[in-house]
């Protein structure tokens, strides 16, 4: 398909005039968006040409002609140049408005022209859904952080800035701080591809790595947790909020996951916990352990067990992460811990415990091996104590179990 096009048509929706001629406009249509550009002409019906779509005689045909070359022309030297031809940019031009530098432009709209750009990828299979959430998360956060700046003031303040704020107000571990970063220096790149002068500042920005900074709780610091419990009236967001960390911690399901967990999903009789995650879109089997069980019962209070209808409340992340934050506090742990850290502690502390890396992975509903073996670092000793199980090559030397 071709990135523009533009043909004539005759606005018969629009009121005839006293003449009883109709306006003639000119149908744009830029990659998945059109509009109508009025050409200031007009032509009785009876001389206009439906099935060539044009007029009739010759004059007004050549006056048409002449302002679609304009347009052509237009067009043509915006993607000759490198330039991101939009609609907006064509009406500019056509109603003869001053055409702003493409570095003068709106950087949060050309990240929102650049979604819709790769949405057609989703159904063709070259991009997942779940890409395009993370996009769409990311602008919502640039937009919440800073309204709106242009291409030309990208700078590093601004990067160091928007990381300080995911940080320090939507307490973002670098793990998610880093796929933020990731999706804003593709943009910054899709922009200097069109030709458009941009600073790059993730020369001079280190983008957090994933686990830079990840933590776990051990099994002391989650019992702490939940030694809170009696602190907190049950229908204060405290103890809901606490019960949801707890219930992250003995079975691994994501935020997303829990807030998403319907009372069908949970095999009281199977023992364990089936349900598609909103992130990937693809199955997970987990154990329904006793603690898990524990927290699910005491929010069932008799009702069938076996609907649709959710388990848990609907908060936000970062209002969840704020009042964990200060459970944490409480608990007397001294660790930066958001909910996700709950999931990798599931991880951890089944690893410390014998459990295989292949049966955690599946808990986890992981599609590889490797995107769990990265919990293994925050504890090398279970990678010990598994190997200490076999004599097959000898004794494993200078362990003390």
Request: proline share 3%; hydrophobic share 35%.
């Amino acid at each position: 398909m071709a990135e523009y096009s533009i043909r004539f048509c005759l606005r018969t929706d629009k009121p005839k005039k006293r003449n009883g001629k109709f306006p003639i406009y000119l149908r744009v249509r830029v990659r998945d968006k059109e509009t109508k550009i009025p050409t200031n002409l007009e032509v009785v019906p009876e001389h206009w040409d439906a099935k060539k779509n044009e007029p009739k005689y010759a004059a007004l045909r050549t006056l048409l002609n002449k302002k679609r070359e304009e347009i052509d022309m237009f067009a043509d030297r915006m993607i000759a140049d490198g330039q991101l031809l939009t609609i907006e940019a064509i009406k500019d031009f056509n109603s003869g408005k001053k055409i702003v530098s493409p570095e003068r432009q709106s950087f949060i709209s050309y990240f929102e022209e650049y979604i819709k750009r790769i949405e057609k990828f989703v159904e063709k299979g070259k991009k997942s859904k779940a890409t395009i959430a993370t996009y769409k998360t990311t602008i919502r956060l640039l937009k919440e952080f800073k309204n709106d700046f242009r291409i030309c003031d990208m700078n590093l303040r601004i990067i160091e800035e928007f990381d300080s704020y995911l940080e320090e107000v939507k307490l973002n571990a670098p793990g998610g701080r880093r796929n933020k970063h990731k999706n804003i220096r593709t943009i910054i790149s899709d922009i200097a591809k069109h030709g458009i002068p941009i600073k790059n500042p993730y020369v001079y920005f280190k983008i957090p790595q994933s686990g830079e900074k990840d933590v776990c709780l051990n099994l002391d610091e989650v019992e702490a947790l939940r030694k809170l419990r009696p602190k907190f009236n049950h229908q204060s967001s405290e103890y809901k909020i606490l019960q949801m960390f707890l219930f992250s911690c003995y079975c691994g399901l994501r935020f997303s996951d829990v807030i998403d967990l319907k009372w069908s999903n949970i095999g009281f009789d199977s023992s364990f916990i089936e349900k598609e995650m909103v992130k990937t879109k693809t199955k997970v089997k987990t154990p329904l352990y006793n603690q898990a069980r524990t927290v699910v019962l005491e929010l069932s209070k008799g009702q069938k067990l076996n609907n649709s209808t959710k388990v848990f409340y609907p908060y936000s992340a970062s209002h969840v992460n704020n009042v964990l934050a200060k459970l944490i506090t409480m608990a007397g742990i001294e660790k930066h811990i958001t909910f996700h850290d709950a999931r990798r502690t599931f991880a951890t502390l089944l690893l410390q415990n014998n459990c295989g890396i292949y049966e955690v992975s599946k808990f986890l509903g992981h599609k590889s091996v490797l995107i769990t073996q990265r919990y293994l670092k925050y504890d090398m000793s279970a990678l010990y104590k598994s190997a200490s199980k076999t004599e097959i090559f000898g004794k494993l030397k200078g362990f003390n179990s």
